[in-house]
């Protein structure tokens, strides 16, 4: 479906990148490189100096930025904002869209952040990632200079939000998966790791689950590598000749 602000027959271009969109969406990205995917047609669609992006954190109510055009590697994953704080959470609250063509800073739901060298641009425009008909997050545009956001601009990065909200929430939770189940796994290869350490050293469970943290801490390593390494020894004693 073509976004009603846009005209009634696509350029090249639109057309083009609206394939794009569509081949995204159905391909098996993870989320890393879903959020990139987004950034770069985000940048191509506005010819912006800077995008941003937010995922919403439902656990802890609040919007956490996962992806940057400008390379920002110690805010990713740490720098939140509270639904309701800043234009970002403005915008996840009242799923609505914020343009400013000029001095954004000025704006009153406007909160800087002195990480981010994209806070003192000059135009903003926010839009929400829908998924479900719910706001997942965020995408957020920045130009150095005064802009004027188009219609046709803010709905095809509109469009963009809804149409890639449900490939990021979908990549979101297979990532989110993975980790419970390698939480599940590592568990399974500490009780087993716990058991070798009780039968060979006449150990509680108490005092081989102790060793193997202290033992963790010690060497600085992760206690599922110790565990797959205790597994290991047990396994290739059990194959030496008698």
């Known amino acids: 479906m073509i976004p ?7 350029t090249a271009s639109q057309v083009e990148l609206l394939h794009r969109i569509s081949g995204i969406v159905s391909s098996p990205l993870s989320l890393d490189e879903m959020l990139g995917d987004v950034v ?8 912006c100096d800077a995008c941003l992006v937010y995922l919403l954190d439902k656990d802890e109510n609040e919007i956490v930025l996962m992806a940057s055009q400008v390379p920002h590697a110690a805010a990713l994953g740490k720098l939140r904002l509270k639904i309701g704080e800043g234009v970002t959470g403005w915008v996840v609250e009242h799923k609505a869209v914020v343009a400013l063509s000029s001095n954004a800073s000025a704006d009153h739901r406007f909160k800087r952040f002195s990480d981010l060298v994209e806070d ?24 150095r200079q005064p802009h004027e956001h188009t219609a046709e601009e803010t709905a095809l990065l509109s469009f963009m939000g809804e149409q890639m909200g449900n490939a990021v929430a979908r990549a979101t939770l297979e990532q989110e998966n993975a980790r419970l189940q390698g939480e599940l796994d590592t568990r399974k290869l500490v009780e087993r790791a ?19 943290r202290g033992e963790s801490r010690r060497m600085r390593r992760p ?3 110790l565990a797959e390494a205790i597994i290991l020894s047990e396994e290739l004693s059990r194959q030496r000749p008698a």
Not at 196 to 201: A, K, P, V
Request: a negative charge; charged letters at 15%; aromatic letters at 4%.
């Open 4 to 10: 009603a602000d846009l005209p009634s027959t696509p």
């Open 40 to 47: 770069g047609l985000t940048a191509q669609v506005t010819g």
């Open 120 to 143: 003192t641009y000059e135009a903003f425009l926010s839009v929400p990632l829908i998924s479900g008909g719910n706001v997942i997050g965020v995408i957020n545009v920045h130009h």
């Open 194 to 212: 716990k058991g070798i350490l009780q039968r060979n050293h006449n150990m509680t469970e108490e005092e081989a689950y102790l060793r193997l």
């Open 223 to 225: 206690m599922k590598e």
